[in-house]
């Protein structure tokens, strides 16, 4: 118990620095030594405003200089992170060194997706320096899986790194042939890169999960905008927030209740 405590609360820290990665991408402030501050008079924050989730209920969702209105996108992504976290603590830690290991590995890669989310959602567009992160970590978690696989593998072939690697590989083409005939109408190149995390993530029939899920939502979202007159069938809308939704979706299905996986096997 303790331990999912540590990776909520870790979550909110690490939630709260996404919020700074998600509004510097944009920016091109650094990430690291610059101190945070407020986005509309751009004064400092102090230590005890900065704290997630609270200062932004104790600020009532103001800035203390300027009384300015504060982005719910804050308290919000602080919560989303901290939820994952916990999710990956309770599913993956037995108290093992790799699956600890593994842990730590899938937490990095979801605060990862958790920027490329949102990132999307408001800018159209997929940060790479993120989205190759997210990938590099992804194929050592693979490795990682392999190495300490009990019983040891026998051959290559039914590893998790040539399973998974296999269903990122055939999900980026589908999504980038999506992006190539359509000239990226239809789909935008950056979303082959998103399918890549979800293919070395979830493996072939979790793939398969999250992309009908990705499809659905985006699907049941157009109809919704449509019917309340804020979008037409003309109108881009940005799918990567979908495959990620899709793949959070399909690896909580995937690891809470393998036995309905196992059916469609």
């Known amino acids: 118990m303790l331990y999912i405590i540590f990776f909520v609360v870790y979550g909110l820290l690490i939630g709260s620095?996404?919020?700074?990665?998600?509004?510097?991408?944009?920016?091109?402030e650094g990430m690291i030594l610059e101190r945070s501050h407020c986005p509309k008079c751009s004064k400092p924050i102090l230590w005890y405003d900065n704290i997630p989730v609270i200062s932004f209920a104790i600020l009532r969702g103001k800035c203390r200089n300027c009384t300015k209105k504060i982005s719910w996108q804050y308290p919000l992504v602080e919560i989303l992170v901290s939820g994952v976290f916990g999710c990956v603590g309770y599913l993956f830690v037995t108290h093992t060194i790799?699956?600890?290991?593994?842990?730590?590995?899938?937490?990095?890669?979801?605060?990862?997706?958790?920027?490329?989310?949102?990132?999307?959602?408001?800018y159209m567009e997929i940060p790479?320096?993120?989205?190759?992160?997210?990938?590099?970590?992804?194929?050592?978690?693979?490795?990682?899986?392999?190495?300490?696989?009990?019983?040891?593998?026998?051959?290559?072939?039914?590893?998790?790194?040539?399973?998974?690697?296999?269903?990122?590989l055939t999900a980026f083409c589908f999504f980038f042939g999506l992006s190539y005939y359509s000239d990226e109408t239809w789909m935008g190149y950056g979303d082959a890169f998103v399918a890549i995390a979800v293919?070395?993530?979830?493996?072939?029939?979790?793939?398969?999960?999250?992309?009908?899920?990705?499809?659905?939502?985006?699907?049941v979202y157009g109809i919704v905008l449509m019917l309340l007159r804020q979008k037409t069938m003309k109108s881009e809308v940005p799918f990567g927030p979908f495959l990620i939704t899709g793949l959070f979706l399909a690896f909580l299905i995937t690891y809470m209740y393998p036995e309905y996986v196992s059916a469609l096997l």
């Open 17 to 28: 620095f996404c919020n700074v990665v998600i509004s510097r991408l944009r920016t091109g």
């Open 98 to 122: 790799s699956s600890l290991l593994v842990a730590v590995l899938y937490v990095f890669v979801f605060a990862s997706l958790v920027v490329i989310l949102v990132y999307d959602a408001k």
């Open 128 to 168: 790479m320096n993120v989205m190759w992160f997210a990938i590099g970590i992804l194929v050592i978690a693979n490795i990682v899986t392999d190495i300490y696989h009990v019983p040891p593998l026998t051959d290559i072939w039914s590893s998790t790194s040539f399973l998974h690697g296999m269903s990122a």
């Open 199 to 219: 293919g070395l993530l979830l493996g072939p029939i979790g793939t398969f999960v999250a992309l009908l899920l990705a499809f659905c939502i985006g699907a």
